[in-house]
Nanobody
Framework: VQLQACGGGLVQAGGSLRLSCAASGRTVSTYRMGWFRQAPGKEREFVAA????????FYADSVKGRFTISRMNSKNTVNLQMNSLKSEDTAVYYC?????????????????WGQGTQVTVSS
């Protein structure tokens, strides 16, 4: 499975961005999907996850109420809508996929990782 993330960029605080991640190589419709991020000098951290069906979602406390994860299994894609962005959201964002039906916040639950897309929020 190859994952290609896009949609990052520079935005002012309070603005919005929509990240997309397209999977290729095989269908990920039965895989859990997630987004993680890594800021300079910090460890990678969990952002959001979604189960294979899209029914179950899970968010980090820091983004709850501002970010929304969704997926379109027919198009093999997962999206992350980010609203009310803050400077602390600045990071490289990675999408990930892993075998398993449930959503998971643990990186070990994901086998495949995308190359990352930079999100920069200016204050």
């Amino acid at each position: 499975v190859q994952l290609q993330a896009c949609g990052g960029g520079l935005v002012q605080a309070g603005g919005s961005l929509r990240l997309s991640c397209a999977a290729s190589g095989r269908t990920v419709s039965t895989y859990r999907m997630g987004w993680f991020r890594q800021a300079p000098g910090k460890e990678r951290e969990f952002v959001a996850a979604i189960s294979w069906s899209g029914i179950s979602t899970f968010y980090a406390d820091s983004v709850k109420g501002r970010f929304t994860i969704s997926r379109m299994n027919s198009k093999n894609t997962v999206n992350l809508q980010m609203n009310s962005l803050k400077s602390e959201d600045t990071a490289v964002y990675y999408c990930a996929a892993g075998p398993g039906s449930s959503s998971s916040k643990e990186a070990v639950g994901y086998t495949y990782w995308g190359q990352g897309t930079q999100v920069t929020v200016s204050s």
